[in-house]
């Protein structure tokens, strides 16, 4: 009895995990997606930029797959940003007036 118990715990913790996973990708493919509309690209132009075809870059904004770190690189390029200020996409979630994503302020990030 008490090895099943253990055994719906583990099952239920990798379900968090897994579902915590997905979020993420989608939420770094919305960021992705804000960024190239906020830059007037498309996604054709962002992935001739990265080298790749328009369906490899499709499935970063739609969260099927993740950019590995060289590619976070050349995003950085392409969007003018520092790799700190890309990998703080989780935080850029509070929305202007307009309704657009804004950076959060370097007060926001916690001291070291």
Known sequence: MKEHVQNAQVRKATRSR??????????????????????????????????LNRTAYTHYESGVSLPD?????????????????????????SRNASGISQPYSDRDTPSE
């Not at 906020?38 to 990265?50: D, G, I, K, R, Y």
């Not at 590619?71 to 996409?89: G, H, N, S, V």
């Open 69 to 93: 770190i060289l590619t976070l690189f050349r995003l950085c390029d392409i969007y003018a940003m520092k790799p700190e200020e890309m990998i703080r996409w989780e935080k850029s979630t």
């Open 18 to 51: 897994e579902k915590r996973e997905l979020e993420d990708k989608m939420q770094i493919g919305r960021y992705l997606r804000q960024l190239r509309l906020e830059h007037n690209l498309t996604q054709e132009q962002v992935a001739s930029q990265l080298s």
